[in-house]
Structure formats: C-alpha cells, structure tokens
C-alpha cells in the first residue's frame, strides 16, 4: 500500500495539447462520469453481464481509462457504490429546520429527491448487488444502513435506545427503504403522498411502541408535540 | 436439459451390503445433511470462505459426494437456501383458527419460530448473501418475498391491493424481516414480547394508512373487529 494517493488529484493532464483534445475533465470529473455510468448499466442488468467495455463506451471514455482508475469491474462496482453512498449521507444531514415533524418530513423529501435522481443506483444499491467479492457489497450496504440509523439517532437526541425503540426506528427504516424500491418499481402514488405516508407511519410505529417502551413515549410527544395526528 | 432427473428418488444404494455401512440414510436424508451443514457454515462465514471439503466433512460425507449430489459450492447454496425457502413458507400456510389477529399473530409465532430453529440460514438467506453467481440467490430472496405478500393477501382476501395498502403490507413485511435480524443479533427482548410488538404493529400501520385509503380500513376494521387496541 501507500502507492496509490488515491485522493491526489492531477488536474494538468500530462502532454494536453498533443491530444485530439475531445473534452478535459478533471481525474475526479472523469472518475465520476465513470461511475455514474456504471451504476447506471449495473442497476439496469445483473452486473455479470455488464462488460468493462460498456461501461467506457457509455461515458465516452477508453476501456484502458477504467482499468487505469478502478483496476477492475468488481473495484469500479464497489466504487461507485461507496460514491452512491456518501451522496445519500451528505443530503440527509439535518437542516434543522426546527420542529422535529418538519425536519422528519423534510429528511424524507430529500431522501426520496436521491431515490429519483439517482434511481439506477438507488436500486442496485439496496437489492443487494450482484456478484460480490468477499461480501464487499452487502457490507457497504450494512454499514450504510448503520450510518443512517445513528444519524437518526442523533437527530432525536437518543444515544442509548432501548430494544423497542431501537427495532422501531429500525422497522421504520426498512418501511423507507421497502417503500423506496416499490416506488420506483410502480410509481403509482405521488411522491409528497408517499412521504406523507412514511411520515404517518413513524408516528403510528412509535405510537404503538410507546405502549411497551416510555422511551418511544418520550420520543413520540417530542415529535408530534400537542399537536397529536 | 431433460437429463437430469433432479426429483427421481434413489432410496436404495447400489451394492448396499458391500460398503462399510457408516449410516445408511436415502439421497433425501443425505442431501437434507449437507443442506443443513452447508447453510449453518455459509451463514456464519462468508460462503466465499466455506470450503466444500468443511462441508462436506460438518456432514460426515465425503467432498466427491457433495460435488455428486450439487456440483458445486454455489449450486449447494443455491439449493440449501431454496430448501430453508421452501421449509419457511411450508409452515406459514394459514392454520384458519379463526380471529384474523389471532391469526396474525400465530403466524408471527410461526415465523419466528422458524428463525429460532434455522438461525443460521435465515440469517443466511436475509443478509443478501454471498457471491451470487447471476444473481440467483437475490432472485431466490425476491421470489420469497413475493410468495409470502401473495400468502398474506390471499389471507386478508385482497385481491387487487391499491398502492397505499401494497406499500403498508411491504412495509410491515419489511419490519418483520428486521425485527427478526435485529433479534438474532441483540436477543435482549422476549420474543412473545417481540411478536406482540409487531402484531401491534400491523394495526397502528394499518390505521395510518386508513388515512389515506378506504381499503386499509376496511382491512383494519377486518384485523380488530369491535376492539380497537
């Protein structure tokens, strides 16, 4: 290791004006272009069938360039998975907007704004990948979700949930996902109707859970307040 | 194709009385072992870790009888997780006693009974797996997922679920699959506690979709009849 400075970036490509000089990106630019092409070609066929080849043509670049960058199918799989990831982070940073209602409901329009801008990758992402090398995907996976859960976490102030608070808040997030890729799959419900659901759904879980938990009590009358669904 | 008869029982070896007779158990007995070793070991490694020969030998079996019986690692955990799919919906067929939250929650009882017993394959089964060659085993999760939400329909005797009811059911289908993984993991809650909890949960997903849609009510008012939790 400690060969590769994987994040350096060499924005001066070497020799440029020798080259028929078709578009200049940057490493980063180029990177990107390439894994947003591949998450598009691996969400839309199992990813055995996706050829290297394919992936350079979609974005206009050489079969040479992303073995240059990735090494490999598996590597540029995993990469742009991890990117798919953290741009799925970044967004659901709280804004704190406030009342905690708003801010759930605000978490969720911008969860579902990355299932539909990004809809190849957000599924590929969550059905599980194909082939994977040492269980390298379904780790990501795993480690994206636990992410996500102590995000949640911070942003209703519990740092030590209980066993039904925790599988509440868990269930819930499944409910998202699951609600996610039947979304993307039927598209029969609007998306504001959707997320109002899901919304809907949390109060009803926490409610429910309240009767065994005064943790999820607690949680529920910070959410919703006096002003009770 | 056509030369394989896969389901042609052979209960009687050939030259039976010529072997040293360790066990004698019939093709079905024997394949249910390996099934059985295979699926504990895959599920608490990686299957890419899992040699055919520790198989092989968690069953008492030979490495040539497990390449004769599936060919290989992946066809063995192909078939060891369609057998444990197989096993799951056998025992989630409706026993009709009556009270549909009676029912439910028999179900739930029946269903965690089944991750009790088959820990490791269903925790095999759920996580996505290992490589999955083509994809096959997430097809074989998919294909579980949707027989199950038919067996749920067929029990609630919808036929045609509008989006809001489709979502709601997934959604708690979801719940149930988490809750049984974040149980397997953490066991610091009562399963008969666990199971109330997601009956309970059934009910208060069911009211906040009656919001939104005549049929989850009608479903609802089906589930609780004259008392209302």
Not at 116 to 138: C, D, M, N, T, V
Request: hydrophobic share 40%.
């Amino acid at each position: 290791m400690g060969s590769t400075s994987g994040a350096a970036k060499q924005d001066t490509p070497v020799a440029e004006g020798t080259r028929p000089a078709r578009r200049r990106l940057s490493v980063d630019q180029r990177r990107e272009e390439l894994m947003a092409a591949a998450l598009e070609l691996f969400s839309k066929r199992d990813a055995e069938g996706v050829s290297i080849d394919e992936v350079a043509s979609a974005a206009g670049a050489s079969r040479a360039l992303v073995y240059h960058y990735f090494g490999g199918k598996q590597e540029l799989y995993v990469a742009a998975l991890k990117s798919a990831a953290a741009q799925l982070e970044a967004r659901l940073r709280p804004m704190e907007s406030g009342c905690p209602l708003d801010e759930l409901a605000s978490g969720l329009r911008r969860y579902f704004d990355f299932v539909e801008e990004h809809a190849a990758g957000f599924a590929a992402l969550l059905k599980g990948g194909p082939a994977s090398r040492s269980g390298e995907i379904g780790g990501i996976v795993d480690s994206v979700r636990n992410r996500l859960f102590r995000l949640v976490m911070r942003q209703i102030g519990v740092h030590e949930p209980g066993p039904v608070l925790r599988i509440t808040l868990r269930s819930w997030m499944a409910s998202v996902e699951t609600a996610g890729l039947d979304w993307l799959e039927h598209r029969d419900l609007e998306r504001t109707e959707l997320e109002g659901m899901l919304v809907g759904q949390m109060v009803a879980l926490l409610r429910a859970a309240a009767d065994r938990d005064p943790q999820a009590g607690q949680l529920l009358g910070d959410l919703v307040g006096g002003n009770a669904p």
